[in-house]
Every structure is written in structure tokens, then in C-alpha cells.
């Protein structure tokens, strides 16, 4: 079965750090584009980062650079995002999938395989 997994996620204060983990079961994660995006409480789901399945180029919204960084860890087959310096606007489920940075860049939220993951909650409170 094809499908993505996100783990990872759980509740810090204001300042720490999570990584996210979305694992990848029944093809080759490698060469696909994914981005991740999160819902926030109350609001609509949208795209915070995205790497590049053919040249590994990234992007990040406004809000999330500089403090977060997507990356591939191909031995587990997997799309990480680090998150640092969190802060409680950050808190929400967060999901990834396969959907092209041009899209990602411009709101277009969507993900290729039709269907979205389970997500991971991600809570930043003090």
C-alpha cells in the first residue's frame, strides 16, 4: 500500500524544538516532491515547507523560515522537518504529501495521492 506517515509531533513551550518524521511505505520517497503543511486551530490547511524531488531545492513560508528546515533521510525513506525556535502560532496538526513547490509556494493546497495521512499534532504552550 502507498501511503505517508507523520510522527513526530507533540507538545513543547515556546522556544524548543520537534522534528517531524514522514516515512514513506510502498515506493521510493527519493526523487518525489513533498511538502509539509499544517492546520492550525480554527483555520484552513496550508503549506509551510517543501523540498524538491528532482534538485532537492527547498522553500519556506514567511512565517516558518529561518526557524524550520525540511530535509530527506533516504535510509529510513523518510522527509524530516526540524523545527526550532517554536512558538505558540506554530501549534497545529501537521501533515505532509506529495504536491509541487510551484503549487505549494502559491496556497494551492493538495496532495496527489487524493487522501491525506494521519497527521501529528504539534502543541506550543507554556
Known amino acids: 500500500q502507498v501511503q505517508l506517515v507523520e510522527s513526530g509531533g507533540g507538545s513543547v513551550q515556546p522556544g524548543g524544538s520537534l522534528t517531524l518524521s514522514c516515512a514513506a511505505s510502498g515506493f521510493n520517497l527519493a526523487t518525489w516532491t513533498i511538502g509539509w503543511f499544517r492546520q492550525r486551530p480554527g483555520g484552513e490547511r496550508e503549506g509551510v515547507a517543501c523540498?524538491?524531488?528532482?534538485?532537492?531545492?527547498?522553500y519556506y513560508a514567511p512565517s516558518v523560515k529561518g526557524r524550520f528546515t525540511i530535509s530527506r533521510d533516504n535510509s529510513k525513506n523518510a522527509v524530516t522537518l526540524q523545527m526550532n525556535g517554536l512558538k505558540p502560532d506554530d501549534t497545529g496538526m501537521y501533515y505532509c504529501?506529495?504536491?509541487?513547490?510551484?503549487?505549494?509556494?502559491?496556497?494551492?493546497?493538495?496532495?496527489?495521492?487524493?487522501?491525506w495521512g494521519p497527521g501529528t499534532q504539534v502543541t506550543v504552550s507554556s
Open positions: 504529501a506529495p504536491e509541487p513547490c510551484d503549487q505549494l509556494r502559491v496556497g494551492i493546497v493538495e496532495t496527489a495521492f487524493g487522501s
Open positions: 523540498i524538491d524531488g528532482r534538485d532537492a531545492s527547498t
